[in-house]
């Protein structure tokens, strides 16, 4: 994981594109999703990997939206720490009219996955999140696996975010 940090030379989307592929390959998921969090329980997806494409073009179109308190980006909003969902279809939100949950489990097939926590200090910077599309619950062993991915995320998108600030003050007008 340093080694892509360290190699990135600035370039977010290739660090971030390898860090989802790593937790996938690692945590046996179909797809992953790291969310930024703007504030307030609003969330845009910023970065995805193997994401369904209807799944995806609705994110897309969302922009940044306010999830839902019982959605799991909302509980994960509240309480900053992993949120585990085994089967997002046998939770009584998917019975509600919730965009997010419907979009989650009828345009990206998912039934489980766990939403972790990104944070900066004390603050949320965002929720690294990662889907199968059987039920198959994320043992505790791969939460934290997957936390440590989401850790590594925030210094990735820092260092890269630094590179890339320094490479345009460098750059002559």
Known sequence: MLRIISRSRGDIDAVMSAILGFALDLCEAEFGILFEHHG????AASHTR???RPFRDWLDGQGV?????RTGLGRLANCHRVVNIY???AEEIF???DPLRHATAMLGGARSF?????MSG???FGAFTIYRQTVRPFSAQATALAQTFADQSVIALDNARMVAA???????A
Not at 65 to 69: E, Q, R
Not at 166 to 172: I, K, N, S, Y
């Open 122 to 124: 004390e603050a949320l």
């Open 65 to 69: 939206f306010a999830a839902g308190p």
């Open 95 to 97: 019975q509600s009219d």
């Open 87 to 89: 089967d997002v279809r």
């Open 50 to 52: 193997g994401i369904p």
């Open 166 to 172: 320094l490479r345009q003050t460098a750059t002559p």
């Open 114 to 118: 766990v939403a972790i926590p990104m």
């Open 40 to 43: 307030q329980g609003r969330y």
